[in-house]
């Protein structure tokens, strides 16, 4: 029987036997918050976990070794707070979950992590928390936004949107995919709002958490009216293919 790529599936003696391996440990890290009338709280959670979980079968299935970790349910969602039904974190609290998450694996012998973020508050936080980790712990730590890492994979998949968003055609459709009651299909109707977070003028690179009450009445951003279980398998699996792709890079590893 093929080992699982979930630790939490597998015993102390398999987890150490994929560290000896040197597996790429994925660590998920998502967000509990609200996203919009039509989809569930834990939608960063199951689209992070899953997103984590299929780029790692393609991983091994092309030869290199992945193991997955739990997610990391709560993060930076602040900004979501005005709505209700969300779990957040300070920015201290965070890091040192993140922190000790990586030293418990840089203990038991893990060389390479990389922290797969699946909620856009998180992804300052997380490109702190990989440059910061690898120094302290003298391992290699990488950390990425899925779709802020793939976006050309994306992008064809959708009608209506460049990109993903926030409860929008992306994110719903992969819900429905992998988990159809997460997602309320007699409040699609509601599930939109404005194309950006960002306030007019305000350019990427200028960085200002802003309540999403002050953005959108709905607590949501993008259009989740095109919403359908087919595109999301589409996405889940485009996403996956091209993370994969740039996790095997062995250059970004060291080993080039």
Same mark, same amino acid.
């Given at each position: ?22 597996? &790429? ?17 834990? *939608? ?30 709560? /993060? ?27 030293? $418990?694996?840089?203990? =038991? ?17 997380? @490109? *702190?928390?990989? *440059? ?11 950390? @990425? *936004? ?10 064809? &998949?959708? +009608?209506?949107?460049? /990109? ?6 992306? +994110?719903?459709?992969?819900?429905? =995919? ?8 007699? %409040?699609?109707?509601?599930?939109? @709002?404005?194309?950006? $977070?960002?306030?007019? @003028?305000?350019?990427?690179? &200028?960085?200002?958490? %802003? $309540? ?12 989740? %009216? ?20 740039? &996790? ?9």
């Amino acid at each position: 029987m093929a080992r699982s790529l979930e630790w939490m599936k597998l015993t102390a003696a398999e987890v150490q036997a994929a560290a000896a391996e040197d597996a &790429l440990l994925i660590v998920p890290v998502a967000s509990l918050e609200q996203h919009g009338p039509a989809l569930v709280t834990g *939608t960063d959670i199951i689209l992070g976990g899953n997103v984590a979980l299929e780029t790692a079968r393609k991983l091994v299935a092309a030869g290199h070794p992945a193991l997955v970790t739990p997610v990391v349910w709560h /993060g930076l969602a602040e900004h979501h707070m005005a709505f209700g039904g969300t779990v957040t974190l300070d920015s201290a609290t965070f890091q040192a979950v993140l922190r000790h998450v990586v030293k $418990s694996a840089a203990r =038991h012998g893990f060389k390479r992590v990389f922290l797969m973020n699946g909620h856009g508050g998180n992804a300052e936080a997380i @490109g *702190t928390a990989a *440059t910061d980790l690898a120094v302290e712990f003298g391992i290699r730590v990488g950390g @990425g *936004t899925y779709w802020h890492m793939v976006p050309k994979a994306i992008a064809p &998949l959708l +009608e209506d949107q460049p /990109g993903l968003m926030h409860a929008c055609e992306a +994110e719903t459709s992969m819900v429905w =995919h992998l988990l159809p009651e997460g997602v309320r299909p007699d %409040r699609l109707p509601e599930a939109h @709002g404005p194309s950006s $977070s960002r306030a007019p @003028g305000q350019p990427p690179g &200028l960085l200002m958490r %802003r $309540s999403f009450k002050e953005i959108t009445p709905t607590g949501v951003v993008g259009d989740a %009216r095109r919403a359908s279980r087919a595109k999301g398998a589409a996405l889940l699996d485009a996403i996956a293919t091209k993370c994969a792709e740039l &996790l095997a890079n062995p250059a970004i590893w060291g080993k080039a």
